[in-house]
């Protein structure tokens, strides 16, 4: 069975040495408590559930699955209990508003525990992960009865929530949804359709479940303008006007999707057969209030990457160090000599080296990207209104598709290597490398493929602003590599980053200039041009992290290994994987022509 | 369920316009009947077979997987019916010996066969591919008491054959095998140990397996000159001296591998208790003997991957074509008007397109590289002995690195493709795009890693006969391109091509140097060398293909859609896929100074 070990230390690294968390989150108002020695008191406690909870109950969940048996979803043994013991650690309510139960401790701790969680059980997660969603959806948008009725619960687990968006002719594209909703006397309204892929649909964790649904209003304009949206428990809360104590609505479960990994999450089709519903916020509004869910189950996505991927790089390395195979060529860095069998540990193996770096460096460089991310989440929650605030937001904005696609296809890249890394060995069960593969397979799928993240990207973030958000950003990305470049062992380091951050200058360039009359261009460049950008965003926190370690190493000699790792991933990373920028930016501009010649037929 | 079209077209534009298959494998002694018309009589077929027969239990094969219970080991339903008819087809016996039963047809033909199997179940295909393995060792290097006995059988498919090296402790380095074999009186051997991996291991599809198992004689030298073949079936015949009538063998399945993919494929744990063997050519001769094995396998493994891509590729162009989201911009190329919905079908899109294109160059590519290689075999089968035969002989093995590993790598980007381009729906195993990729991952696994592959290309192949194989073969890829840099239109591909073969050129005499004092350097670099050599192959075949396509296409005008498609491809290979040679060659030749910095611990 795979380990973990909580990367504990990883963290504070980042928010000690890299982004000096004391002198930011605590200096907000309402997370003046959240010091450094808090957060960390927090993530020991998460670890320890992790580590003792979910990590006993991740391979056998997986094996075992969801099973949809006399109209009841069964989730695999021991996930019921996780859940009770996971709500009796107060868990759920971390980051939500004191006024309904919550701990009110910044966002960007409730980020870190969720990594954890995810490296414990993909699965697992995805239950309180979903109602995260719920509860900001009805905190910014619900009357004041439904955040009575709902939050408590949500914020205490006692409930969990979903989203229901998609249905079997509109995935990407919303525009078609055609789950209907009748108003009825009494306020609420009554909900038909069908709705596919939805995590957490229905399970047996809890007692409710809270659905947030998007559909049309009989007088709905066509098009994603004509959408609102619902809140439809499954069980009707006892204090709803004109509903009888607690019954079961109309909510049915159609099936149970078979899915490649992530099968301890109960994945359901639901039908909605006249279920009874409440509006949340304006009619047609619902579009606006989706995008208030999915971009925080987006930087979730973002974060789920990063937790699959480390425990992923953490079985590949105990694995390299302890199997041995063959004679490695003498190699002055190899700790190891070779032992008593005359065969050396695989880490010592260049090729395989070539592997863990990659992992390391694409594992370290994604957590810095998302905690960079979740910093700004802490602005935008203790400033909400205020110009910082709004930069914050407008900074997220930009980022958000990064976060969700490039992460998400550096963590299919980390956990295929873990299969790789462990030869036949990692393509069986017992192992768990295979089931990280599988459950990672779902992040590029899910809150908007990453297609549709690319085209987000760069029709609209990019011009978030008339591109002054977008200016912003690589100017802050310019001065890191300005200031790294002051460092003479880092001079390589920030001269490689600079070039890859003028050619994302450029290509920003160019897609404005395609913008009116090349939208074939544009749209073609998109999943490259995001590519590049991702790359840059990790090279930035990567000269970050090297001038941390830089500093730290001098001043905490005895601390020198783990500095020194740092190091020799930034230089792995500049050395290695930055360069894939000059294909991506080449692949970028070179317009849509070879895309678009062919027709259909001639494929 | 997902559909498949046996590429009998893509087959015979290869065969016809591309290879000038009528001027080379029926001018050979011994193929002179196995011209273009009856090649493709066969094809044709053989695409009923795997439409007809194995498509059908592909999909819930996969569902069901195989099981182990009493002692049996059960295979999927329909698998056995299939192998019989297979088996009423003749096509196991397609390219063997007509001395032992075969037809005698050419190695090509068989492996043309062995794609579209590959395409319709791979696991199905491993069963009666494996006894091609057997069937060689055999027909290579065993007794003619041993060839009397087992030959007709492997040829007939009454029995399948096996592969048994792999042990817990010995995967990619067989030195430390502890499999015994002791001399018994009579001239054979009993065999003791445990084998790891095997696939087709245990099954019910016949009544007799033939075990090939690589173990040490008493004697035996230490490391991998001391390994010796045995072959050891399941039941022995009974007409083998010294041996009761048709009795089980000691051999013991232990367990079931729990797989992430070719869940209807019986890979097993084999435990030797004694089991009673003969010895197949030399003792400590075993490596030798296996290597035959080993290099027609891995030549399999390339076509294997072509198959599992050509049936990605095929469902996701159909449903690019058929699912409608959203509103593409105006396309000079695309075929279809938004419908009565006001939708385009996905592949209007520019960014579905550049995944359709990549899966369209990569699986059209990859085919034209394994068929080159098949004809070599066809010379080498042909010519055994002469220098024709030799040359041949050569260039397959400077070339079955690159073909194994640069494909199965291709085949992991197709089915990742194949998966992402279906959105959530990939995910779900009704759709089969998932199990595609599942089935895939074994292919960079197995017949050796991927890793191990490099290494060979690196330490050995380029250097055979002191670079004049490599030589040769740059040399003929070199002509190509300067031959269709006199095509206009396809000068802008051939000048790419220069560039990247250039790198290939220079890449290689480095690796060379190095080869004396910097072999860190060298095994460093090997995975991105292969993965350059891989692409400047492709490109090769990809501009052949391109001059087959303008001249087809000026001769025929009627069939301009079809070479039009290939001209589309070409155009795109060279813009958006070879690119990535350049960053290969710079990472190849950056040295192995950024692998091997860190000492283990500081990972």
Redesign the interface.
């Known amino acids: 069975m795979p380990g973990y070990d909580a990367p504990i230390r990883e963290l504070r690294f980042l928010l000690e040495d890299v982004f000096g968390y004391d002198q930011h989150t605590p200096a907000l108002p309402g997370f003046e408590e959240a010091t450094l020695d808090v957060v960390m008191a927090v993530l020991d406690g998460a670890a320890t559930f992790v580590q003792d909870v979910l990590l006993p109950i991740n391979l056998p969940g997986d094996?075992e699955g969801c099973r949809l048996a006399d109209g009841t979803m069964h989730t695999p043994k021991g996930y019921g209990q996780a859940y009770a013991l996971y709500r009796e650690g107060g868990w759920p309510a971390l980051a939500s508003a004191p006024e309904w139960g919550g701990q009110g401790l910044p966002p960007s701790l409730a980020l870190m525990v969720r990594e954890f969680v995810a490296s414990g059980s993909m699965s697992f997660g995805m239950y309180p992960g979903l109602s995260q969603g719920a509860y900001r959806a009805i905190l910014a948008h619900g009357s004041e009865e439904l955040k009575r009725i709902y939050l408590p619960k949500l914020v205490d687990g006692s409930w969990t929530g979903t989203m229901c968006l998609?249905e079997p002719d509109?995935?990407?594209?919303l525009?078609?949804l055609r789950t209907r909703a009748e108003p009825e006397d009494d306020g609420s309204y009554r909900l038909t359709g069908t709705k596919?892929?939805i995590s957490s649909g229905d399970h047996d964790l809890t007692d409710n479940i809270v659905h947030l649904v998007l559909a049309r209003l009989p007088d709905a304009p066509a098009g994603t303008r004509g959408l609102s949206l619902f809140v439809v428990p499954k069980r009707i809360a006892e204090d709803l006007p004109g509903a009888s104590a607690g019954t079961q609505n109309n909510v049915n479960t159609g099936s149970i999707?078979?899915?490649?990994?992530i099968r301890a999450q109960a994945t359901a089709v639901l039908n909605f057969d006249g279920a009874r519903g409440w509006l949340v916020g304006k009619p047609h509004g619902g579009l606006r209030a989706m995008f208030t869910m999915m971009n925080s189950s987006r930087v979730g996505v973002a974060v789920q990457s990063v937790g699959v991927a480390e425990i992923s790089y953490q079985n590949a390395?105990a694995y390299a160090?302890e199997r041995r195979?063959?004679v490695?060529?003498?190699?002055?860095?190899?700790?190891?000599q070779p032992g008593t069998?005359g065969?050396n540990?695989i880490?010592?193996?260049?090729?395989?080296?070539?592997?863990?770096?990659t992992m390391?460096a694409l594992v370290e460089g994604m957590r810095a990207f998302y905690l960079d991310a979740a910093l700004l989440l802490d602005v935008r929650a203790a400033r909400a209104g205020s110009p910082e605030g709004e930069d914050a937001e407008s900074r997220l904005a930009l980022l958000t598709p990064v976060l969700k696609s490039f992460l998400s296809d550096c963590a299919?890249k980390v956990t295929?290597l873990g299969?790789?890394l462990h030869?036949?060995?990692?393509?069986?069960?017992?192992n768990g490398m295979?089931q990280f593969?599988?459950d990672a397979?779902?992040v590029?799928?899910?809150e908007g493929?990453?297609?549709i993240q690319?085209?987000d990207l760069v029709l609209r973030k990019i011009g978030l602003d008339d591109g002054r958000v977008f200016e912003s950003w690589l100017a802050s990305v310019e001065d890191t590599a300005e200031r790294a470049a002051c460092v003479a062992s880092l001079a390589s380091m920030a001269a490689a980053q600079r070039r890859a951050s003028a050619r994302l200058r450029d290509a920003t360039a160019q897609l404005r200039a395609w913008r009116d009359g090349n939208?074939?261009d544009v749209?073609?460049a998109?999943?490259d041009y995001l590519n590049l950008f991702g790359l840059v965003a990790l090279g930035e926190l990567w000269l970050r992290m090297a001038q941390a370690a830089h500093a730290g190493r001098a001043q905490h000699p005895q601390l020198a290994?783990?500095y020194?790792?740092k190091l020799?991933a930034a230089?792995?990373f500049f050395?290695?994987l930055l360069?894939?920028s000059?294909?991506h930016f080449?692949?970028a501009m070179?317009g849509?022509q070879?895309?678009?010649?062919?027709?259909?037929?001639?494929?």
Chains 1, 2 share one sequence.
């Open positions: 094996a998609t509109s995935g990407s594209d525009s078609r596919i892929f999707e078979h899915k490649m990994g390395l160090k195979q063959g490695a060529p003498n190699a002055p860095g190899a700790a190891s069998d065969r540990p880490i010592d193996h260049p090729d395989v080296r070539r592997s863990l770096l390391k299919l295929d299969i790789q030869g036949g060995h990692g393509y069986v069960h017992e295979e593969y599988r397979r779902i590029p799928l899910y493929t990453n297609g690319a085209l939208e074939l749209a073609g998109a999943t290994p783990f020194n790792g020799g230089e792995f050395q290695r360069p894939a000059e294909t080449e692949a070179s849509a070879a895309l678009m010649t062919l027709r259909a037929e001639e494929f």
